[in-house]
């Protein structure tokens, strides 16, 4: 399984909206779970967003009512579209696909800061 291809990152000033898209090298029936994780500066990753093939999905509450995961229609590109950005939200924004045997695979990485 090939890494994911990350993109959208950027400096953003509080308040803004940015959106991360990530290219999966694998079919939709190959997917099980497609996510997004971060990690902020001196912290461990952590879960920001998942969508499973049926299309679930589940948020931690740092970001509920602010970001939302999507999917295209082939469901191998996964998008973050992150509003209401706040200082806390900087992090390096990391992809993640696991697929039907269970592999998981991690992108590179797009770092996202937030500052005026």
């Known amino acids: 399984q090939v890494q994911p291809v990350e993109s959208g990152g950027g400096l953003v000033q509080p308040g803004g909206s940015l959106r991360l898209s990530c290219k999966a090298s694998?079919?939709?029936?190959?997917?099980?779970?497609m996510g997004w994780y971060r990690q902020a500066p001196g912290k461990e990753r952590e879960l920001v967003a998942t969508?499973?093939?049926?299309?679930?999905?589940n948020y931690a509450d740092s970001v509920k009512g602010r970001f939302t995961i999507s999917r295209d229609n082939a469901g191998t590109t996964m998008y973050l579209q992150m509003n209401s950005l706040k200082p806390e939200d900087t992090a390096v924004y990391y992809c993640?696909?696991?697929?039907?045997?269970?592999?998981?695979?991690w992108g590179q990485g797009t770092l996202v800061t937030v500052s005026s």
């Open positions: 993640s696909v696991r697929n039907t045997d269970n592999l998981e695979v």
């Open positions: 694998l079919s939709i029936w190959r997917i099980n779970t």
């Open positions: 969508i499973t093939r049926g299309g679930n999905t």
